[in-house]
């Protein structure tokens, strides 16, 4: 059996408008990697993520770059123990 884990990464920069939340559920779907995304009030975009440990950690990865439009400056993680979600989704 695989390793599972979670982290909770915050990631700030010019992260929102930018289809941060769109693209980091499109690339979670496709490393079949769990949990949710979201923007702060504070202009951050939170996310957590949990599945297979290489599959979050190429999902941490992702989010230092984000998409084409994103200027990522700063990413904050935590490693977690999963809880157990199913699917990803965009919260608001």
């Known amino acids: 059996m695989t390793q599972q884990t979670a982290a909770r990464v915050v990631v700030w920069g ?10 980091t559920q499109q ?5 079949r990697v769990r949990g949710w995304v979201r923007n702060r009030s504070d202009g951050s975009v939170e ?13 941490i990865a992702w989010c230092r770059r984000g998409p084409e439009l994103a200027h ?3 990413l904050d993680l935590d490693w977690e123990q999963p809880a ?4 990803f989704r965009v919260t608001r």
């Open 47 to 59: 996310a957590w993520f949990e599945g297979e440990r290489g599959a979050v950690e190429q999902m």
């Open 72 to 74: 990522v400056e700063r």
């Open 27 to 31: 690339t979670a779907e496709l490393l």
């Open 84 to 87: 157990g979600c199913s699917g």
């Open 14 to 23: 010019r992260v929102q408008g930018v289809f941060f939340r769109a693209t």
